[in-house]
């Protein structure tokens, strides 16, 4: 299970106004940068010419399976991604057309829809898991 990112509210101290200048900071930005690019453009050819879904469709099927839960909120799944609402919202319209999710509505309150996976899509994860990891592993290097 991963980590989910906590960013703290950004201050600038003396310390960190000290690095401003430090060439190492901007290299590790880029390289940061590079990784990601790297590793998204790989999953998005692999993912889309072996199972036909791409990085955040898995990031949200793997999501859901990893946290073993029957229904997610749009915000947890955003969250998650690292979507805005509606891009997810885009996106999960995407996956319930496939038969991967469905939505349904809130007991509680009829404004909130919950989010399920389907027998299907635990399907297409369990297939592309091993496809997400191999990608990773190799671009990363891990």
Known sequence: ????????????????????????????????????????????????????????????????????????????????AHLSQSALSRLIARLERGGLVSRAMCDDDRRGVFVCITDEGRAKHADAQPTHRAVLADVLGS
């Open 1 to 80: 299970m991963h980590k989910k990112l906590v960013f703290p509210q950004l201050m600038c101290t003396h310390a960190k106004i000290s690095r401003v200048n430090d060439p190492a900071v901007v290299g590790e930005w880029r390289d940061l940068l590079a990784k990601h690019a790297a590793s998204w453009c790989a999953l998005e050819q692999e993912l889309g010419a072996k199972h036909g879904i791409g990085p955040s469709d898995f990031e949200v099927l793997d999501h859901m399976v990893e946290q073993g839960g029957k229904r997610y909120r749009v915000q947890e799944l955003a969250d998650a």
